[in-house]
């Protein structure tokens, strides 16, 4: 029995590891950081993917950092109606709105309307999720490296397929 609960926690972790993977190429790609020189970028210059195991409504651009290793900025863009369900980050998080509306709830918090310049902070562990009520610009900040761990109504881990599926999104299953 223990070795088929450790062969669901592995399985589980697929989605994110190739989560981490690609936001770390992406972040090589960009090579923000190797530089001694500063870096000076607007988004039409960003590369941003679909990064499996989130919604392919909510494609992802790595600005400063390693999300595999260590503390990283990411550009985020998602469109109008997108949602990431209920789920949690080993690491702090830090959101903050550039431009369009979204919505951040945290649990046992009130739903929380986010507009251009907004901010939210999710402590690690915390368990929260996000919508775009218009098409939405925003960065993410970690203080770590990054993962996310999707939960069910009752607060059990659960793959990202089922996450996603119970909210009408479709998994991103490659970069694109």
């Not at 600005?63 to 290793?69: A, E, L």
């Not at 649990?107 to 507009?115: A, D, N």
């Amino acid at each position: 029995m223990k070795e088929i609960l450790d062969m669901k926690k592995q399985f589980r972790m697929i989605p994110v590891a190739a989560f981490v993977l690609i936001l770390s190429v992406s972040a090589l790609a960009q090579d923000h950081d190797s530089t001694a020189q500063g870096v000076a970028l607007n988004m039409a210059q960003m590369k941003f993917v679909t990064v499996p195991g989130l919604p392919t409504c909510a494609p992802a651009s790595v600005q400063s950092g390693d999300p595999s290793k260590g503390p990283s900025i990411i550009l985020g863009k998602m469109k109008k109606g997108c949602i990431i369900p209920w789920h949690w980050h080993t690491p702090n998080e830090h959101l903050m709105i550039v431009s369009g509306v979204a919505s951040a709830e945290m649990k046992g918090e009130k739903l929380v309307t986010l507009r251009a310049g907004g901010f939210a902070r999710m402590p690690s562990h915390h368990i929260h999720q996000f919508r775009a009520i218009e098409d939405c610009v925003l960065y993410i900040y970690s203080d770590a490296a990054f993962d996310i761990h999707y939960v069910d109504e009752q607060g059990k881990e659960i793959s990202p397929d089922l996450a996603l599926k119970a909210v009408k999104e479709t998994v991103a299953t490659e970069v694109r």
